[in-house]
């Protein structure tokens, strides 16, 4: 019984004064707006529309994006150049909705939409949340630097035409009996 | 006019600096509670967070000070006016300095003791005229809890009363000045600070208002200024509690003549204020049933116990 109360009060002593020496150790805390932490590049943060090394954009308009969005936060729209190239009407990111997955960088299969290490989005008015495709593109090629879509697929636009891309082969003639 | 005990200019000091550092401790409690849990607590408002007491008052006033329909109106409103002012009566007696306090009663210990059990009437009233089942069973945790550690508290004081042969808190000051009363009643100041814990729902023993068994116990409706006295009347108990525990066991303002008698004073309290806020950030809250069994069962016969060997040992040493 003695024991027992004498070990009690000793373990409540110990607990007193192992808080109590903590006042003396380095704060976990980090002061945020004064301290920046170290952004990881592959961070997932604000969305981005890059361009191809040539200045142009890289978006094609296939909506693979938005398709694959969990959320729906993509809203976009075909047009087609005089020259036969794709390119979005709009492009819309309802950054309130975004849940920065990365789903629609996997899936875009031009590089065009990247993830940045930004993170400061905060808006006061909620419309402000809605980023429009000038406020996306950047002039730059993002992550991908050589990159460029036209150059290297198979699609025929003015000037490049079927099989002149990159590592392509011309198109067989399969009406031609020869090798 | 001078400070002299009783002067208008002392009894106003008296009110302002109590009440002002009450406030002031919400943050002090606020940031020590950091720095023990490796944080930093608030340090944006004014001076490493000085003012953040400001940007609270400011808060509390401006918050719709909101009575429940359901609620009995008068006791609902008068229970914080209650534990206020009976809080601050105890103060009266405080001796802070040998020219610094507001009456120099002959009964001073009898006076603390008697406002803090009246204070558990401002901790019923609000929980019953609440009629809210949190506050109801809140109140009731406050109301067994206060009453059974009066008892303790009592007593644990009567051996200091005893070696002092005087009720008046000014004598047990000046008669320990060739010792302090921590050393030959060690353990009464044990179970003094055990139910000065209980007497102002402290952690660990807040289970009157345990925030995650019964929301805020017996504040539960309360909000604006209402809330905000019971949260000030909290503080002001924890000064009273540290002041009072500085007077019958630390010799209150006795220390070397370097420093002024007043400041002594501070220096003590402010470290049972500092050792209160210590205890909230290392122990954990107890059971209802075993903070009940704990006291009736453990520190009632110990206090009992230590005032008999202390009437034991003055009756023997008397020739």
Known sequence: MIKLIVYTLLSQVRTLWLVFIKIFQKKDTVEYPDSQPYMFPRWRGRIILSRDPDGEE????????AVACPVDCIALQKGEME???????????NFSRCIMCGFCEEACPTNAIQLTPDFEMAEYVRQDMVWEKEDLLING??????????????????????????????PIDVKSLMP | MDLEIGS?????????????????????????????????GPNRVGWFGSLQVVADMIKIFTKEDWIPPFADKFSFVIAPGIIMSVVLL??????????????????????????????????????????????????????????????????????????????????????QSDGWYIIPQFIGFVIFLIAGVAESHRLPFDIPEAEQEICAGYHTEYSGMK?????????????????????????GWLGPTFLPPIVWFSIKAFAFIAFFVLMRAAVPRPRYDQLMSYGWLFLLPVSLINLLVTGAIILSSQP
């Open chain 1, 83 to 93: 020259d036969g190239r794709w390119y979005p009407e709009f492009f819309r990111i």
């Open chain 1, 58 to 65: 890289r978006c094609v308009a296939c909506n693979l994006c």
């Open chain 2, 90 to 175: 105890s103060f009266a007696v405080i001796p802070f300095a040998p020219n610094i306090g507001v009456i120099d009663s002959n009964i001073g210990v009898l006076f603390v003791l008697a406002m803090a059990s009246l204070g558990a009437y401002s901790v019923m009233l609000g929980g019953l005229s609440s009629d809210n089942k949190y506050a109801l069973l809140g109140s009731l945790r406050a109301a067994a809890q206060m009453i059974s550690y009066e008892v303790f508290m009592g007593i644990s004081l009567l051996g200091v009363v005893a070696l002092t042969g005087s009720f008046n808190l000014r004598e047990i000051v000046n008669a």
């Open chain 2, 8 to 40: 208008p200019l002392t009894v106003g000091l008296i009110l302002g600096v109590v009440i002002v550092t009450a406030a002031l401790l919400i943050t002090v409690e606020r940031r020590l509670l950091g720095f023990w849990q490796e944080r930093l």
């Open chain 2, 227 to 251: 809330f905000g006295m019971f949260f000030v009347a909290e503080y002001l108990g924890l000064v009273l509690i540290s002041s009072l525990i500085t007077v019958l066991f630390f010799g």
């Open chain 1, 141 to 170: 090629t993002g992550k991908y630097h050589d990159y460029n879509f036209y150059r290297v697929a198979g699609k025929k636009i003015e000037g490049k035409d079927k099989g002149e891309a990159l590592n392509e082969a011309a």
